[in-house]
């Protein structure tokens, strides 16, 4: 591959501002109740993250020389005007560099009209080449002098380049700043504003499965009859169980609408919210962390010390990893255990082939029993599995993935 002009493709200027204007859109978009509730340090972190640019550094001093070579080329005869192919002696020196690649093919404001040649790759690596016909001699110190040139001549549109991207990230933390400011003001007042109207606030068809409901559900735990789990233990009524999956698929489903906000959450961060979610739905009946059988499980809903839900948030990290948090989540459970979930935070990869190792990891686990639901839409996938302890207990299990990419 031959090397390319570089410093030529496109304005530096004009990618900065796009850039920066991207960072207040991505501010006006944010979920209203997410932005409210996050940190104003938390989102500058992450949009400064994200929309700061680094300049190249050139790292001269780690300059290597690929083995020698030769290439073909062809010319014109300088008097029959026929295709004559030439062997040139070829030789590419590497110079690794830290910062973003892009920079190299951007103009920045200040440029010359003789722009350098060299190659870029994603790996942090220029590539430059030198091609001389071996018969007109073979004058180290003068290919030294043309790898030496081009150099200086990349350096100094760096510095140019520096310069503007500096001025970039300067005024996006200004503008990071104004921006969240009036967006958090915007929104705290139009709050106030229907506070102060007095007029109850019409919800969404949906908005009960993620957000704040009106009226708080209390789990009320319901006596089991003749035939089912043991005398005087209570359980979790069906409806109440579909409410809390509902509750976490809501979630989900807003958590998904905001990549940008989940791109940097930790798995903890994010059970964390989904807590939120099912103490606003389950009158101080959630929490996280909470010992339970065998460890600590992830979510739990607990009424009159009898543990009726049962949550266990795991990132895909591969058939083994999830198999594991299957055995962990079971471990967790007592005999009495008999609703529970997986939720499955799908940070990279294809989401659908994903969800389909993940199915066949629970259909082939020791403990399963049967598949009760296919759900069509990702939305949920049920199955029975039994207690390592019982065989002839049942636990129902529901798979709930979250597609967390960063689109």
């Known amino acids: 591959m031959d090397d390319e002009l570089l410093f030529i493709s496109g304005s530096l200027t004009d990618a900065l501002q796009t850039r920066s204007a991207q960072a207040e859109h991505e501010i006006d978009n944010w979920a209203p109740e997410a932005l409210l509730n996050t940190p104003d340090s938390d989102v500058m972190d992450y949009l400064i993250g994200k929309y700061e640019v680094t300049c190249p550094v050139l790292h001269r001093d780690q300059l290597e020389q690929e083995p020698v070579s030769e290439e073909l080329r062809s010319a014109r005869g300088q008097f029959s005007g026929r295709p004559v192919e030439q062997r040139l002696t ?65 350096e100094q549109y760096l510095r140019s380049a520096c310069a503007d991207i500096e001025g970039h990230n300067t005024r996006l933390r200004t503008q990071i700043s104004q921006r969240l400011a009036q967006r958090k003001y915007r929104l705290q007042a139009d709050r106030q504003l229907a506070a102060d109207l007095g007029i109850p606030v019409r919800r969404r068809p949906d908005a009960a499965n993620y957000a704040v409901p009106v009226r708080r559900t209390i789990v009320a735990p319901r006596r089991p009859t003749a035939g089912s789990a043991g005398p005087g233990e209570p359980f979790l009524a069906d409806s109440h169980y579909e409410e809390a999956l509902a509750v976490l698929r809501g979630a989900r489903n807003a958590l998904e609408r905001s990549p940008s906000l989940t791109a940097t959450m930790s798995e903890e961060t994010i059970r964390d919210l989904l807590l939120v979610f099912l103490n606003a739905h389950f009158e101080g009946a959630a929490s996280g962390e909470v010992f339970n059988a065998n460890g ?53 990869g294809r989401p659908t082939e994903i969800i389909a190792k993940a199915i066949s990891e629970i259909e082939h686990h020791p403990n399963y029993e049967r598949t009760a639901l296919r759900g069509e839409d990702s939305e949920r996938y049920d199955f029975v599995l039994h207690p390592t302890s019982d065989p002839d207990q049942e636990i129902r299990l529901a798979l709930l993935p979250f597609a967390l990419q960063d689109n």
């Open 296 to 348: 600590k499980t992830d979510i739990l809903i607990r009424v009159e010390d009898r543990n009726v839900f049962i949550a266990e948030c795991k990132i895909w990290g591969g058939p083994k990893k999830f198999s594991d948090a299957i055995d962990q989540l079971l471990g967790y459970l007592t005999w009495r255990d008999t609703k529970a979930a997986l939720i499955l935070f799908i940070r990279t």
């Open 90 to 154: 070829k030789i590419v020196v590497v110079v690794p560099f830290d910062g973003a690649p892009e920079v190299f093919r951007l103009q920045p404001s200040h440029f010359t009209l003789n722009p350098p040649r060299a190659q870029v790759n994603t790996e942090g690596e220029l590539r430059l080449t030198w091609l001389g016909d071996p018969a007109a001699g073979r004058n180290s110190a003068a290919i030294r002098q043309h790898f030496d040139g081009l150099l200086d001549s990349i």
